[in-house]
Nanobody, 120 residues
């Protein structure tokens, strides 16, 4: 059983910062790419950023200058540092990770999501 648990969401004023964390646990053999997605009301879910096991990163263009994804492989944790937050960043943020277990190939697992609300 693999679990991804996000934390760090909350309410922040525009211009503020938040740091999200997502820890993977369970019977894992290895973790590949880890991602952050977000889903705002009335919009489609979108990829925010991703990071490979080797540390290569990819960002959505609209967030590249303000968000930073990082990971701690020893802790099986991925982070999302969000600066200069805007009201339009309000969404539920989900982490996802490609994880290989002892009983199967790499499979995409999802966390339960954490709410980020940015007030104007």
């Amino acid at each position: 059983q693999v679990q991804l648990v996000e934390s760090g969401g909350g309410l922040v004023q525009a211009g503020g910062s938040l740091r999200l964390s997502c820890a993977a646990s369970g019977s894992m053999v290895s973790i590949g790419t880890m991602d952050w997605y977000r889903h705002a009301p009335g919009k489609q879910r979108e990829l925010v950023a991703s990071i490979t096991s080797g540390g290569n990163t990819n960002y959505a263009d609209s967030m590249k200058a303000r968000f930073t994804i990082s990971r701690d492989n020893a802790r099986n944790t991925v982070y999302l540092q969000m600066n200069s937050l805007k009201p339009e960043d309000t969404a539920v943020y989900y982490c996802a990770a490609d994880i290989r277990t002892r009983i199967g190939p790499y499979t995409l697992y999802w966390g339960q999501g954490t709410q980020v609300t940015v007030s104007s």
